[in-house]
C-alpha cells in the first residue's frame, strides 16, 4: 500500500486512520453518492475505495469511535448531519475546498477533535455541528 499520510485521495477514496489499527466500517454504506468495493487497513492507514466519485460524507455515515483522522476527497461537497456523531477518537480532519455545507451534529461528540481545517468555501455550518467537543 502506498503511503496514504503523503498523499491526496483520489475522488473516489477516502483515507483513515484508526485507534485500534483496524478497518473502520462506515455505519451507513449507501451515504457518500457511490458503493463501497474495498475497504482495506495496513501499516496504520485505511482506504475505503469506491466504484465512483465520493460526492458527500452522508448523514449518519461513520458511527466509530475508534476513527483517529480522515482525509475527505475534493469531490464531497457536503458533510451530513451525525457524519461524525460520536466519533470519540478522532482528532484531526481536514476539509476540502469543494465542501460548502456541513450539516446538524456533524461533529456532535469527538471529544477528541484538536484539529480541523475548515475553508472558506464552507458558507453554512448547522447547528450543534460542534456540540459535546472539547
Same mark, same amino acid.
Given at each position: 500500500m502506498k503511503n496514504l499520510s503523503s498523499r491526496?485521495?483520489?475522488s473516489n477514496e477516502i483515507l483513515y486512520t484508526s485507534a485500534d489499527g483496524n478497518v473502520v466500517t462506515p455505519n451507513e454504506i449507501y451515504a457518500f453518492g457511490a458503493?463501497?468495493? $474495498?475497504?482495506?487497513?495496513e501499516n496504520g492507514k485505511g482506504v475505503i475505495v469506491f466504484d465512483a466519485p465520493v460526492t458527500e460524507i452522508g448523514d449518519y455515515a461513520l458511527f466509530c469511535k475508534h476513527l483517529t483522522s480522515i482525509t475527505i476527497p475534493d469531490s464531497v461537497t457536503k458533510? #451530513?448531519?451525525s457524519a461524525f456523531y460520536n466519533c470519540i477518537s478522532l482528532a484531526s480532519i481536514n476539509i476540502p475546498h469543494s465542501v460548502?455545507?456541513?450539516d446538524d451534529f456533524t461533529f456532535? #461528540?469527538?471529544? $477528541?477533535l484538536t484539529s480541523i481545517t475548515i475553508p472558506n468555501s464552507v458558507t453554512e455550518i448547522g447547528e450543534y455541528a460542534f456540540n459535546n467537543c472539547i
Open positions: 491526496t485521495p483520489a458503493n463501497i468495493i $474495498s475497504n482495506t487497513y458533510i #451530513g448531519k460548502i455545507k456541513i456532535y #461528540g469527538c471529544t $477528541s
